[in-house]
């Protein structure tokens, strides 16, 4: 048992995938764990891609939104889509820095009413593909470089529009990255007065 969990860490040290998958809703927040408890005096660096999140002159679309938390972990509020995908963490103490790497996945409700526009928010940069599932069925509806793959949506500046929403639009749209790791998920839902077919699907 010792034997394994010291080569588990090892793997995860020397691949860096120890990487954590945070979930949290659009418009809420998602909180990194940052073990800030164990020392004092620490410092953080987050970055998302290029991008400066916090330490240093954060980039304009992560300025006043994140903020560490009392028990010294990171905050990030008002998420949107686009803050999902992978962050890296360098903290400064007194030793040689240390790297932690998060994936921020971020999940959306939204109810549509049949006849409606239905505009999907902002897709992340690392977004490879898009799919719609009903049960376990899912469907490629999008592919980066190529663009819609299914004649109900069109694709308009980064988001996918629904032009007349109907109840057989209604499921759970997931967005992948090129490894297929979820980025923002999005659950669908008909309002309810507005139709009744809908409760076969859910
Ligand atoms: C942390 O920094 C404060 C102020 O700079 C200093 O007084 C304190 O001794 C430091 N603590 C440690 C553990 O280095
Ligand atoms: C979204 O829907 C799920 C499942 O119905 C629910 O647990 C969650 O609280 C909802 N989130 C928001 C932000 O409304
Ligand atoms: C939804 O719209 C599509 C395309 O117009 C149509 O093929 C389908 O039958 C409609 N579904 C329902 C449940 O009305
Ligand atoms: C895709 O997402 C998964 C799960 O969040 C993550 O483990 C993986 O590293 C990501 N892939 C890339 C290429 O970033
Ligand atoms: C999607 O939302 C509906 C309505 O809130 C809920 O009943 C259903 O459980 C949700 N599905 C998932 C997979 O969260």
């Not at 987050?46 to 300025?63: C, D, I, Q, S």
């Not at 994936?103 to 977004?127: C, M, Q, S, W, Y």
């Amino acid at each position: 048992m010792l034997q394994w969990s010291l080569f588990s860490l090892l793997v995860l040290h020397l691949s860096g995938a120890a990487s954590l998958t945070v979930h949290g809703h659009k418009d809420g927040s998602v909180s990194l764990p940052c073990n800030k408890g164990i020392r004092e005096n620490l410092t953080f660096h987050l970055t998302f891609g290029p991008k400066v999140a916090y330490g240093g002159k954060p980039n304009e679309r992560f300025m006043g939104r994140v903020f560490e938390s009392d028990d010294g972990d990171l905050i990030i509020k008002d998420l949107e889509t686009t803050d999902a995908g992978k962050y890296t963490l360098i903290t400064y103490g007194n030793g040689d820095p240390i790297y932690t790497s998060y994936e921020i996945h971020v999940l959306v409700n939204l109810t549509v009413r049949k006849g409606e526009e239905l505009v999907f928010d902002d897709r992340p940069l690392e977004a490879e593909t898009v799919e719609r599932c009903k049960g376990t069925v899912c469907t490629e509806i999008w592919r980066s470089g190529r663009g819609v793959l299914n004649d109900r949506l069109t694709d308009s500046n980064g988001r996918l529009v629904i032009r007349e929403f109907n109840s057989s639009d209604a499921g759970i749209y997931r967005v992948l990255n090129s490894t297929g790791g979820e980025l923002v998920t999005t659950n669908v839902t008909g309002e309810r007065n507005s139709m009744d077919v809908l409760k076969y699907y859910i």
